[in-house]
């Protein structure tokens, strides 16, 4: 009854606010600001289009996104470090999260360990100093894409994870992770109710999919970038998480903690 | 007569619900810091694992004790009564959360000067056995190399590549919150300079802080000095431009 009471409150907010921007709108834009930019953010969201606006409201903060950020072979925020380009570093810490080791990384771009650092500690400063998050995105695009990197993408770990999943059966998750975004939310949903119920969630999906939580996360880089789908998921996600929090909290004793206390 | 069951019967089931919960908060409390103490992952993964639990702890009894109002408690009272048990409802919920957000307050998650320590100690025990792979000299290091790094040895002039372990490598991961933890006094100062005299005023103060930190980081990592000069610049300017103080 309450969610329902909320869920129309929060409609008529967004009506509410809709008006608003409509009013807006009519109004001069003020200086300073890139007026297009900003009609442009209030078509997107009043057409309900959330990537639109997202894309048009970075766009008048100076911002890129990962559909907006480009990979400009003069920028000297691009420029390679000992022959580590930015594809590179995002396939390889992609691989890391996976289980291979920096050895294996820096054997595989035909590097030595000192150059594997140096290039990390420069992309990750570059990362952390662009206000512009061009360099997070053209990293977040490339690490979302470390299957298709030439010399890094048929990597496996050295040591594979201790699991009872089958190879099979590991890649049969994986490849509907890829393509299923109902699976991809239900499992983010499951990681964050284990968390929550303190259960290590890494050592779920380990356990019941064969899979890292690198792995998992690498296949939902196109959805998480792209907010009609977050938004289209989000009650989704939300109900699987209580399904799997109830399950959890049955399996941990996290949920019975009050069990013997009746009204 | 009902009435008054009700109200009884509510103030009880609610009063033994905050007994539950005093008692997760006690088990929190002591247990705590010997779990945060024992973890010596560096991400501190085993304690927020130990945490998660308790604060699931936590959400169960407030969720069930939400449910019990709406399902039992309240369909069954009447005129008034729903008003005084509406109060006590709220009361006991504001107490639950307050309990949960100060389980672990006194917990001290992370001793990052300890941390610092443990690096300097084992970067000092790499550095004991580095010697040159051609020559066998020991080799001299003019700073602190957080990372894997090309060291040429001065009798025999190979060039040998110098590993200082996987703790020396975590420096650059604590080397912020650390060199923060050492400026509190000018971060301080900013806070109180920022709520008097608001944003704008309190610029200047948050530049002394942010540059005492920036010389901590140069101090703890060798050789980043521009790339902090650009991390304190990308700060300075969201504090201008957008108002955000990290």
């Given at each position: 009854m309450f969610k329902k009471l909320f869920k129309s409150l929060g409609g008529n907010l967004e009506d509410m606010a809709k008006d608003l921007m409509k009013d807006q709108q009519q109004q001069d834009i003020p200086n300073g600001h890139d007026a297009n930019a900003h009609k442009d953010q209030l078509k997107a969201y009043m057409n309900g289009d959330m990537q639109g606006a997202f894309e048009a409201g970075a766009a008048s903060a100076g911002m890129k996104t990962s559909n907006t950020a480009k990979e400009d072979p003069?920028?000297?925020?691009m420029q390679a470090v000992h022959g580590i380009s930015i594809a590179d570093y995002a396939a390889g810490a992609a691989k890391i999260g996976e289980g291979c080791t920096e050895e294996q990384i820096c054997i595989a771009l035909g590097v030595e360990q000192p150059m594997w650092d140096e290039a990390q500690t420069t992309w990750n400063n570059r990362m952390r100093d662009d206000n512009t998050f061009n360099v997070i995105n053209v990293y977040t695009n490339y690490f979302g894409k470390?299957?298709?990197?030439?010399?890094?993408?048929?990597l496996i770990p050295n040591a594979a994870v201790k699991t009872d999943v089958s190879d099979g059966k590991a890649k049969e998750h994986l490849a509907r992770l890829e393509t299923d975004k109902h699976y991809f939310f239900e499992i983010q949903a499951a990681l964050q109710a284990a968390y929550e119920n303190g259960i290590d969630g890494a050592q779920w999906l380990i356990d019941n999919?064969?899979?890292t939580v690198a792995q998992v996360n690498g296949t939902g880089t196109k959805y998480m970038n792209d907010f009609n789908i977050m938004a289209e998921m989000m009650d989704y996600q939300d109900q699987k998480k209580a399904e799997y929090s109830k399950r959890f909290a049955e399996e941990n004793g996290t949920g019975g903690v009050a069990d013997d206390i009746e009204f | 007569m009902d009435n008054n069951t009700i109200t009884a019967r509510a103030t009880t089931f609610f009063k033994k619900m905050e007994a539950r919960a005093g008692e997760i908060m006690e088990e929190a409390k002591i247990s705590g810091q010997l779990v945060a103490d024992a973890d010596k992952d560096p991400y501190k993964r085993s304690y927020l694992q130990f945490k998660g639990a308790i604060i699931a702890q936590f959400t169960s009894i407030i969720q069930k004790g939400s449910t019990t109002f709406q399902t039992q408690v309240m369909p069954n009272a009447r005129g008034l009564e729903m008003i005084a048990l509406s109060q006590l409802y709220n009361d006991w919920n504001a107490k639950i959360v307050s309990m949960m957000n100060h389980?672990?307050?006194?917990?001290?998650?992370?001793n990052l000067e300890q941390e610092y320590a443990d690096i300097m100690e084992s970067y000092r025990l790499a550095i004991e056995k580095?010697?040159?792979?051609?020559?066998g000299a020991k080799l001299t290091m003019d700073k602190f190399y957080f990372q894997a790094s090309y060291i040429a040895c001065e009798f025999c002039n190979t060039q040998n590549t110098f590993d200082p372990g996987s703790k020396a490598r975590m420096m650059e991961h604590i080397a912020r919150p650390l060199a923060a933890s050492r400026c509190l006094k000018q971060y301080e100062r900013f806070l109180e300079e920022r709520s008097q005299s608001g944003r704008k005023a309190a610029a200047s103060a948050y530049e002394d802080y942010l540059k005492a930190m920036i010389q901590e980081m140069d101090n703890l990592l060798p050789g980043l000095s521009e790339q902090h000069q650009n991390f304190y610049e990308r700060m300075m300017n969201d504090y201008n431009k957008l108002g955000i103080a990290w």
């Open positions: 003069n920028d000297p925020n470390a299957k298709e990197h030439g010399k890094l993408g048929g999919l064969g899979l | 389980a672990f307050e006194q917990v001290e998650e992370r580095f010697v040159c792979k051609q020559c």
